[in-house]
Structure formats: structure tokens, C-alpha cells
């Protein structure tokens, strides 16, 4: 881990701090979550920079060591995506293979939707594509319609109050119950009971130690969760902008309308991950929907017996698969 550098780097109006390790002719962009840091990589960036891979791992804005712009609005797929080219630019690089996870893995998605030529290939994580872009109920309307007011994604919506909630428990303890949740059912959070009620898992996690708890607990009280929880609160505002962006390049006539990802695609995800068990999920990944979305999805990996965190959950296994995909390139 001492091998990993740390440093600051300025991009699209912030300063992102960034982890990095190798010195390899081809660079890997990994793409954390919720509720994760660049440490989320961890593994990975020791390991692919090991077989001659470039690894660089920031902390999106609004987490750990990257600044946090204030309002909710300033935290949409467009805002990151446009941190993370400002970061390749900043370093120099054209093009990369990137690797996203949870909130990551939407991010990744959407930046080879909005910018494929600085992507030579993707491994995606947990979060399948989908942006429907004609439907007349927004992402929160029809998930408070499907899962109702208390599903977590809800419960995040209003400024404040799940910060509040958050507060009043120690930090490390919030982070366990998510981390450790492992029940692929829908998590909601009662407001009756409040995230007190949110279960805790009956150990620690085999795969997390009570040092990486403590390291992320200690950045999540530098930084709060004000920025992380502004992803979910910006939810709605993606697809009018995407709208617009792509009028916009239409009029210019350098790309069609065609909301598809275009890049060469792997995607892995846990047998158990709360995000496979979604209402209309495997439906979508298994019936042609996903591939038609992503027309160059070349492989979907189910890993058995596994939940959501699995870039840390199987490692190795996780490793193996993302050098095997860009081995091909």
C-alpha cells in the first residue's frame, strides 16, 4: 500500500485527489460507489499495476479528500464525468480502460455515452445500463411508485435528513451496515425506526478488517455525506440534460440520437447484489434488453455466492477477470 501515490489534481472547477501506482503504457481508471472511497480499489490497483498497467483511482467529488461543491445539482453524471476528463487531460492521458463499481459503474457508463473516444474499453460492475429517456415518469417517481417511501434511494432525497440520521450513530457503525448488508431484497429504511433499525451484519465481513473500517471512517467524518448522498438527489436531472446534450451535438451533426454505449463491455456481477434483484433486472440483463442497450457487450459474469461489494469481497477473482477482458485490446 505504501507504493500507491497520492496526489491532487485540478479538474472542472475542484482539486480531486487521486491514488495511482505503475508506470505501464496502458492506463486503467477505476470509478468508486457508495459508500466508497478510492481505497475501494484497493486490490486492483496493486495487482493490475503489477502486470504493467497504469492504475489511477480518485476520490469523486464530494468524497474523502476531493473538494465538495455545495448543492445537489452540481452532483450529476455530467459535473463527474467532466471531473474525470478534466483528470485525464490534467495527466495527460488520451484514452483509457475503465472500471466502474455501484455509483462508479453509472458514472462509467455515461461517460462512454457522452465521451467513447477517450475509452478503449470497459469492465462494469453491479449496475447494468439503462436510461430511458422517453418515459414521462422520472427515475425517483416510478421507484417511490415500485418500492415506495421508504426504499434507501427515497429516503435520501430530502437535504439533510439522512445526514442527521447518520449523525447520531458512529461512523463506522453506518458504514458496517451498508458494507455489510448482504440481503439481494430492496433495502428501505422505515422512518418509523430510522437507520438505527437498518440491520447490522452479524460479524465483520471476512474480506474487510477493522483497519479498512477505520480508514473509511475516518474520511467520512473529514467530508460528511452530504456529497455522496447528493448523487441520489441529482438522479432526476440526468436524463433532461441528456436530452439536451445530444440535441445539441445533432444540431452540430457530430454524432446521431442513439442513447447507446458504444464501447467494447464486460460486465460482472454478484449472484446476491441488491442491484441484480431490482424489479425488472434480470429481465433486462437476460433477455436481449442489456445487449441491445450496449451493442458491444461481449461477456456478463454472474459470481456466485457473492454480494455487492465484489471488488472486495473476491478480489482475485475480480482481478483476474478485468486483466483477462483488456488483455484482448
Not at 146 to 161: I, S
Not at 193 to 218: C, I, M, N
Not at 257 to 276: Q, R
Request: proline letters at 7%; aromatic letters at 14%; glycine letters at 10%.
Amino acid at each position: 500500500m505504501e507504493k500507491i501515490e497520492h496526489t491532487t489534481i485540478s479538474t472542472n472547477g475542484i482539486k480531486m485527489h487521486v491514488a495511482s501506482i505503475g508506470t505501464g503504457p496502458r492506463t486503467i481508471l477505476f470509478v468508486h460507489g457508495f459508500p466508497e472511497l478510492w481505497y475501494t480499489w484497493r486490490h486492483q490497483l496493486l495487482s493490475l499495476s503489477s502486470l504493467g498497467y497504469r492504475c489511477i483511482a480518485p476520490d469523486l467529488r464530494g468524497y474523502g479528500d476531493t473538494d465538495s461543491p455545495g448543492p445537489a445539482a452540481q452532483y450529476t453524471s455530467f459535473h463527474v464525468v467532466g471531473d474525470l476528463v478534466g483528470l485525464l487531460d490534467g495527466l495527460g492521458i488520451q484514452q483509457v480502460f475503465l472500471v466502474g463499481h455501484d455509483w462508479g459503474a453509472i458514472i462509467s457508463w455515461h461517460f462512454c455515452l457522452l465521451r467513447p473516444d477517450r475509452v478503449r474499453a470497459l469492465v462494469n460492475t453491479s449496475v447494468p445500463f439503462s436510461l430511458k429517456t422517453s418515459s414521462r415518469v422520472s427515475p425517483m417517481t416510478g421507484a417511490r411508485f415500485v418500492l415506495g417511501d421508504d426504499f434507501y434511494m427515497c429516503r435520501f432525497q430530502e437535504a439533510g435528513e439522512m445526514e442527521a440520521e447518520f449523525a447520531g450513530m458512529d461512523t463506522g457503525k453506518v458504514l458496517m451496515k451498508f458494507l455489510g448488508y448482504r440481503d439481494p431484497k430492496p433495502p428501505c429504511i422505515p422512518k418509523e425506526t430510522g437507520f438505527v433499525g437498518f440491520p447490522d451484519p452479524p460479524t465483520l465481513p471476512s474480506w474487510l478488517s477493522q483497519e479498512d473500517v477505520d480508514y473509511y471512517a475516518a474520511k467520512f467524518d473529514k467530508s460528511g455525506f452530504t456529497g455522496p448522498l447528493n448523487y441520489y438527489r441529482s438522479i432526476d436531472l440526468f436524463v433532461p440534460l441528456t436530452l439536451f446534450y445530444f440535441l445539441f451535438i445533432l444540431f452540430f451533426r457530430r454524432v446521431s440520437i442513439g442513447a447507446k454505449v458504444m464501447v467494447p463491455t464486460k460486465f460482472i456481477v454478484g449472484e446476491l447484489d441488491l442491484t441484480l434483484k431490482f424489479p425488472g433486472a434480470e429481465a433486462y440483463i437476460n433477455n436481449g434488453g442489456f445487449k441491445k442497450d450496449v451493442p458491444l457487450l461481449e461477456d456478463i459474469v454472474v459470481l456466485k455466492g457473492v454480494g455487492h461489494f465484489l471488488n472486495e469481497e473476491k478480489p482475485e477473482e475480480v482481478t483476474k477477470q478485468i486483466h483477462d477482458f483488456f488483455n484482448q485490446f
